[in-house]
Structure formats: structure tokens, C-alpha cells
């Protein structure tokens, strides 16, 4: 360390002067600069136009693609973009370098954002246009231009044949869309842009609405009509005006929500009441400078819920309840902000209210939105499996979880290695669970692998890895062995009996208490006939085959209890035939795969 702040006192400090650029280039205001000074300063404007357009724009593309978070959201891309000097006019050539990359989730996005933001500039036209008292009707006709099916009638043409050959509304709105889009996002938006670039009628109008300030009812629109309007006057609830900047001070607003946020990252040095009280005044504070379906409203919700859950669980899931259907009125139930609180509520009804399968649904839906906002094995979405398989296991949904596990292994990397061995430490231990040794035996050898890279094989987590791998590889070895012996003496059923008697034998020792197994052996007794006095040659088989159902039943293997009762049963008192023998052989198979996983 002394060497490397050696070195770094060493070294001259260099300071960069800024780059000015002159505003007034490529305008008439020369300011009487000379030619050369011109040409000079244009040229360093073009050198930076190229820089943006052929450095930043692709890098920008990669990014989206490949490294960071996506989202379903027109805000989080327009902060993405000003985040790194980027123009919101750039959006078309951003959207060429994304369908080269073959992303059609950001694709549709970017695209859908250029068509609002043309749409916008049209409905403002149309509005400015018309009295205050045909507003309403003038949003009806916009919206059904822009998304509808249905075609107005014209007025004043009578022949239907001369009344198909003209543009419809829609047409003309659309061509107006498409030449704006070019002028102002230099792009060319191809023929039927909506099933083109993959746009959601549903995430369009959302789109338009939150720039327009149209509020709409709720309800299940038709898009696909042509025998009537999607859009009719009841369906507007409201237009409201947009205000970028409020004038109301809200400093104060701000200092306590920021006060709130900070007491809540040390919130586990402070005294609960404390952390309590700030995140309640912090929520009133958003709630009074935005209002109550404010998406800051919901991170603030968010917040105190995660204190609540110490003291009152209850109001803690419905303030995470309250922040899911603010995220959804504001952003969509398809935005990546509901997939956050998604999460969130998982966890909670998982870990605090022990509901997995309120919590499986709730992740089945943020595993869709996980799909639609990444590939298909996106580094996100092996979050969401483990999840889901946390809840199948809880769920004693043992070989849907595996392959949950196995859907998570697809999505991390090789040199991940933290992260792959404990997963498939989990997804050996339920390979023993299911009986499947060999499987078992695999996965753990690959824990024990990576466990000794990371810390060495003499550490203790690496002993305790290289046990379970000898343990799991022992009981397959056993079973196979087992198996084997079965095929062999499959002629003869004396054999078979011997066999299973001993096996049983040793399995019983290892199942139960001395204790239970008198008490449910006497059970066993009193409920299973005597087999004695069964003459004929399989006199003594049977006597071993009772005593076979005698000890599986007390092994309190509750599943198989009563078809193997009912075999032995069956077989009473007559001579025992390869039937007989293939099905104890079954259940005993049965019997051994339940005795394992409890094991």
C-alpha cells in the first residue's frame, strides 16, 4: 500500500480543460466569428455528432441487451438515455440498433415510445383546434383512429363502393404518425407498425393516455371491432392537465423523504420506533407533494412495510399491496417496477406468513414479466426460478422443483461458482429425497468440486461435501446391487421372500425406535390375520412374508401400508405364485424409495 501511494504522489496531476462548443453553429448568428473559426467550430460539433451516433448510440444498445436491468417502463428509458448525454430524438436510431440485436421486448418499447410521442404532437394539433366543449368527442376520435378496427362512415357518400376507395381516419392518422416519426426520430416506421414492432394495443394507449393526460374507465377494450367503436364518450373519466414542474416548494417534502430513506439503510443501528416513525412521516410527506398514486408514494410504501414486518405483519402485506396497485395504475402491470413488488410480496407471504402457495402464483406472474423483459436465459430470471423452487419444495413438489433448480442452472455462468454450488447442493439433496442416488451422488460432487477450489479440501465444508458424495454413492451402489439380486432370482419366489425379509430386516432397524416398533407391530398383529395353520409347500414362505408385512408396517410407512397388508391378505393360504412375488417386489421397491427419502 505504501508503494502504491508512492507511485500515486509520483505521478504529475493532469487537469483537463473543458471542450467548449460553440451553440450558435449551423445558424445564421455568426456573431461576425471568421471562416475558419466557423469551419473550426462545426467540425467539432461534427466530430461529436459522430462520437454520439456511432460510439454511444451502439454502446447504449449493448448495454439494454446485455447488461442492464430492462424494464417496461417509457421513464426509466428516457432517464437511461439523458443518464448518458443522449437526446430523446435518437430514439429511431436506437431502435435500428436494437432489432439488429434481435431484443423485440425493447424493441417494442422503443417503438411504441416514438409512436406516443408523435401521437401526442397530433392530439395536441387536433385539441387546439376544437371548442373546450368538443374535447370530449375529439379524444373519442383520436383514440379509435389510433387503435381501433372500426371504420367511420364517411359523411355525404352514399355508394359503399366509393366509400371503401377513400383513407379511412385511421389511415390518415397513421400516415401523419409515420411522416412525424421521420422528421422528428429520422426512422421509417414500416407498414402496420403495431404488429411490426410487436406493440401492445393495451401499452400504447397507456402510453398515449400518461402523455395526453386522458383518464380512461377501466375495462376490457375491443380493438378488433369493426362493428362498432371501442371508444365511446362514457369511457373518458377525465382529462388532466400535465405539469412537468409543480410550483408549490416542496423542499421540505424532499428533505424528510430523504431523511426517511436514510434513517431506513441504518435502520438496523437505530431503535425500531425511531425507523417507524420517520418512514410514517416520510409516506405523508409523498402522499401530500404528490399525491396518494404517486409512484414515489410506492417505494415510500415499500419502505414501510419492510419496518412494519416487525411489529404488524397484516399492515405490512397491504402496504406492499397498496404499492403493487399504485406501480400497475401508473406504469402498467407489465413494468418492471410491478415485478419488484411482486417479489417483494413473495418473500413476505413465504417468510412471514407462510402462504407458498399464495407466493408460487405471485411468482408465476413475475416469472412472465422476467421472460418479457429478457431472454430466455437472462442471469435475471435465475432469481425468479429459485424462488419458485423454494415454494415447490415447500410445497412437497419435489420434481417440479428440480426443474426450477435446472432452469436456474441455465441462467447463471460457469465462474459464478458461489452461486452454482449452492444450488446444486439443494438439488442433491432433493435427488436423496426422491431416492434417485446416482443423481444425488453427481450433484454433490460438483458442490464438492467448486468447495474445494474456493476454500481448499481440508476446510470443513469440503469434508462435510466429500461425506454426502460417499453417503449418496453407497446408497446407489446398494440399490443397484439390490436390483441386480432381484432379476437374478426372479425364478425363484422362495429366494425373492428371503431376500425381502432381510432387507427389510435391516431397513426397520434403521427406520424407527425400538418403541414404536413394538407398539406398531402389535398394531401389525391385530390387524393383519395369523398365518398359521396356511398349509402346503408354502407354509413356511408364508410365515416370512407375514413377517415382511410386519415390518414394513412398522417402519410407518403410512403410504404403502395397506397394499402390502392386502397382498400378504390376498396370498394367504395359497400357494404363492410369481404374481404374488413381482408385486410385493413393487411395493417393497415402493417401501425402500420412502424409507430412503426419510433418511
Same mark, same amino acid.
Given at each position: 500500500?505504501?508503494?502504491?501511494?508512492?507511485?500515486?504522489?509520483?505521478?504529475?496531476?493532469?487537469?483537463?480543460?473543458?471542450?467548449?462548443?460553440?451553440?450558435?453553429?449551423?445558424?445564421?448568428?455568426?456573431?461576425?466569428?471568421?471562416?475558419?473559426?466557423?469551419?473550426?467550430?462545426?467540425?467539432?460539433?461534427?466530430?461529436?455528432?459522430?462520437?454520439?451516433?456511432?460510439?454511444?448510440?451502439?454502446?447504449?444498445?449493448?448495454?439494454?441487451?446485455?447488461?442492464?436491468?430492462?424494464?417496461?417502463?417509457?421513464?426509466?428509458?428516457?432517464?437511461?438515455?439523458?443518464?448518458?448525454?443522449?437526446?430523446?430524438?435518437?430514439?429511431?436510431?436506437?431502435?435500428?440498433?436494437?432489432?439488429?440485436?434481435?431484443?423485440?421486448?425493447?424493441?417494442? =418499447?422503443?417503438?411504441?415510445?416514438?409512436?406516443?410521442?408523435?401521437?401526442?404532437?397530433?392530439?395536441?394539433?387536433?385539441?387546439?383546434?376544437?371548442?373546450?366543449?368538443?374535447?370530449?368527442?375529439?379524444?373519442?376520435?383520436?383514440?379509435?383512429?389510433?387503435?381501433?378496427?372500426?371504420?367511420?362512415?364517411?359523411?355525404?357518400?352514399?355508394?359503399?363502393?366509393?366509400?371503401?376507395?377513400?383513407?379511412?381516419?385511421?389511415?390518415?392518422?397513421?400516415?401523419?404518425?409515420?411522416?412525424?416519426?421521420?422528421?422528428?426520430?429520422?426512422?421509417?416506421?414500416?407498414?402496420?407498425?403495431?404488429?411490426?414492432?410487436?406493440?401492445?394495443?393495451?401499452?400504447?394507449?397507456?402510453?398515449?393516455?400518461?402523455?395526453?393526460?386522458?383518464?380512461?374507465?377501466?375495462?376490457?377494450?375491443?380493438?378488433?371491432?369493426?362493428?362498432?367503436?371501442?371508444?365511446?364518450?362514457?369511457?373518458?373519466?377525465?382529462?388532466?392537465?400535465?405539469?412537468?414542474?409543480?410550483?408549490?416548494?416542496?423542499?421540505?417534502?424532499?428533505?424528510?423523504?430523504?431523511?426517511?430513506?436514510?434513517?431506513?439503510?441504518?435502520?438496523?443501528?437505530?431503535?425500531?420506533?425511531?425507523?417507524?416513525?420517520?418512514?410514517?412521516?416520510?409516506?405523508?410527506?409523498?402522499?401530500?407533494?404528490?399525491?396518494?398514486?404517486?409512484?414515489?408514494?410506492?417505494?415510500?410504501?415499500?419502505?414501510?412495510?419492510?419496518?412494519?414486518?416487525?411489529?404488524?405483519?397484516?399492515?405490512?402485506?397491504?402496504?406492499?399491496?397498496?404499492? =403493487?396497485?399504485?406501480?400497475?395504475?401508473?406504469?402498467?402491470?407489465?413494468?418492471?417496477?410491478?415485478?419488484?413488488?411482486?417479489?417483494?410480496?413473495?418473500?413476505?407471504?413465504?417468510?412471514?406468513?407462510?402462504?407458498?402457495?399464495?407466493?408460487?402464483?405471485?411468482?408465476?406472474?413475475?416469472?412472465?414479466?422476467?421472460?418479457?423483459?429478457?431472454?430466455?436465459?437472462?442471469?435475471?430470471?435465475?432469481?425468479?426460478?429459485?424462488?419458485?423452487?423454494?415454494?415447490?419444495?415447500?410445497?412437497?413438489?419435489?420434481?417440479?422443483?428440480?426443474?426450477?433448480?435446472?432452469?436456474?442452472?441455465?441462467?447463471?455462468?460457469?465462474?459464478?461458482?458461489?452461486?452454482?454450488?449452492?444450488?446444486?447442493?439443494?438439488?442433491?439433496?432433493?435427488?436423496?429425497?426422491?431416492?434417485?442416488?446416482?443423481?444425488?451422488?453427481?450433484?454433490?460432487?460438483?458442490?464438492?468440486?467448486?468447495?474445494?477450489?474456493?476454500?481448499?479440501?481440508?476446510?470443513?465444508?469440503?469434508?462435510?461435501?466429500?461425506?454426502?458424495?460417499?453417503?449418496?454413492?453407497?446408497?446407489?451402489?446398494?440399490?443397484?446391487?439390490?436390483?441386480?439380486?432381484?432379476?437374478?432370482?426372479?425364478?425363484?419366489?422362495?429366494?425373492?421372500?428371503?431376500?425381502?425379509?432381510?432387507?427389510?430386516?435391516?431397513?426397520?432397524?434403521?427406520?424407527?425406535?425400538?418403541?414404536?416398533?413394538?407398539?406398531?407391530?402389535?398394531?401389525?398383529?391385530?390387524?393383519?390375520?395369523?398365518?398359521?395353520?396356511?398349509?402346503?409347500?408354502?407354509?413356511?414362505?408364508?410365515?416370512?412374508?407375514?413377517?415382511?408385512?410386519?415390518?414394513?408396517?412398522?417402519?410407518?410407512?403410512?403410504?404403502?401400508?395397506?397394499?402390502?397388508?392386502?397382498?400378504?391378505?390376498?396370498?394367504?393360504?395359497?400357494?404363492?405364485?410369481?404374481?404374488?412375488?413381482?408385486?410385493?417386489?413393487?411395493?417393497?421397491?415402493?417401501?425402500?424409495?420412502?424409507?430412503?427419502?426419510?433418511?
Amino acid at each position: 500500500q505504501q508503494q502504491q501511494q508512492q507511485e500515486e504522489s509520483a505521478q504529475p496531476e493532469v487537469a483537463l480543460a473543458p471542450t467548449l462548443f460553440n451553440p450558435d453553429v449551423f445558424t445564421p448568428c455568426t456573431l461576425g466569428d471568421t471562416p475558419e473559426e466557423i469551419a473550426a467550430d462545426e467540425a467539432q460539433v461534427r466530430k461529436l455528432a459522430d462520437f454520439l451516433t456511432q460510439e454511444l448510440v451502439p454502446r447504449l444498445s449493448h448495454q439494454l441487451t446485455e447488461e442492464l436491468a430492462a424494464s417496461n417502463s417509457a421513464d426509466w428509458l428516457r432517464a437511461t438515455m439523458h443518464q448518458r448525454g443522449i437526446n430523446m430524438r435518437y430514439l429511431g436510431l436506437l431502435l435500428e440498433h436494437v432489432m439488429k440485436d434481435g431484443t423485440s421486448h425493447l424493441m417494442s =418499447l422503443i417503438a411504441c415510445e416514438i409512436i406516443a410521442r408523435c401521437a401526442k404532437v397530433l392530439w395536441r394539433r387536433a385539441m387546439a383546434e376544437l371548442d373546450v366543449s368538443q374535447w370530449l368527442n375529439g379524444c373519442v376520435k383520436f383514440l379509435n383512429a389510433l387503435l381501433s378496427a372500426w371504420r367511420e362512415e364517411p359523411v355525404g357518400k352514399k355508394s359503399k363502393r366509393q366509400e371503401a376507395s377513400g383513407p379511412s381516419e385511421g389511415e390518415k392518422l397513421w400516415a401523419e404518425i409515420a411522416a412525424l416519426a421521420q422528421k422528428k426520430f429520422h426512422i421509417s416506421l414500416k407498414s402496420d407498425p403495431l404488429s411490426a414492432y410487436k406493440i401492445n394495443k393495451y401499452a400504447l394507449l397507456r402510453s398515449v393516455c400518461l402523455k395526453t393526460g386522458m383518464v380512461l374507465v377501466a375495462k376490457d377494450y375491443d380493438f378488433l371491432s369493426q362493428v362498432h367503436p371501442t371508444f365511446v364518450p362514457d369511457d373518458i373519466a377525465d382529462l388532466v392537465p400535465l405539469v412537468k414542474d409543480c410550483q408549490e416548494d416542496l423542499g421540505v417534502a424532499y428533505r424528510i423523504m430523504d431523511a426517511a430513506i436514510d434513517i431506513y439503510s441504518r435502520a438496523q443501528t437505530l431503535d425500531h420506533s425511531v425507523v417507524l416513525a420517520a418512514q410514517e412521516e416520510g409516506l405523508e410527506a409523498c402522499m401530500r407533494a404528490y399525491g396518494p398514486l404517486h409512484t414515489n408514494c410506492a417505494q415510500a410504501m415499500r419502505h414501510l412495510a419492510m419496518v412494519r414486518m416487525q411489529d404488524d405483519r397484516d399492515a405490512a402485506l397491504d402496504l406492499l399491496w397498496r404499492a =403493487l396497485i399504485v406501480v400497475e395504475r401508473n406504469t402498467g402491470p407489465d413494468s418492471a417496477e410491478a415485478l419488484d413488488t411482486l417479489c417483494v410480496l413473495s418473500d413476505v407471504l413465504t417468510n412471514h406468513h407462510q402462504n407458498p402457495a399464495g407466493a408460487f402464483l405471485l411468482l408465476i406472474r413475475a416469472e412472465q414479466l422476467t421472460r418479457l423483459f429478457y431472454n430466455e436465459s437472462h442471469f435475471e430470471l435465475s432469481g425468479i426460478y429459485q424462488r419458485m423452487a423454494g415454494q415447490l419444495e415447500k410445497l412437497n413438489c419435489l420434481k417440479e422443483a428440480l426443474v426450477m433448480f435446472e432452469r436456474t442452472l441455465q441462467c447463471l455462468r460457469p465462474e459464478w461458482g458461489t452461486a452454482m454450488f449452492s444450488i446444486h447442493s439443494r438439488m442433491a439433496d432433493l435427488h436423496a429425497r426422491l431416492g434417485q442416488f446416482k443423481q444425488a451422488a453427481e450433484a454433490e460432487r460438483r458442490v464438492f468440486h467448486v468447495l474445494a477450489k474456493l476454500f481448499g479440501e481440508n476446510d470443513a465444508r469440503t469434508a462435510s461435501s466429500r461425506r454426502r458424495c460417499k453417503l449418496y454413492t453407497a446408497n446407489s451402489v446398494q440399490m443397484h446391487l439390490l436390483s441386480e439380486s432381484l432379476k437374478s432370482k426372479a425364478g425363484g419366489p422362495a429366494a425373492i421372500v428371503g431376500d425381502l425379509t432381510v432387507h427389510f430386516s435391516n431397513s426397520t432397524a434403521t427406520a424407527a425406535t425400538t418403541a414404536a416398533n413394538k407398539a406398531i407391530s402389535a398394531a401389525a398383529a391385530a390387524a393383519v390375520p395369523a398365518a398359521s395353520g396356511s398349509g402346503g409347500a408354502a407354509g413356511g414362505g408364508m410365515g416370512d412374508l407375514q413377517a415382511c408385512a410386519r415390518r414394513v408396517y412398522s417402519a410407518a410407512v403410512r403410504e404403502h401400508e395397506d397394499q402390502l397388508l392386502d397382498a400378504w391378505a390376498g396370498s394367504s393360504g395359497k400357494e404363492m405364485t410369481m404374481d404374488t412375488v413381482h408385486r410385493l417386489c413393487t411395493l417393497y421397491w415402493e417401501f425402500r424409495k420412502c424409507h430412503l427419502q426419510s433418511f
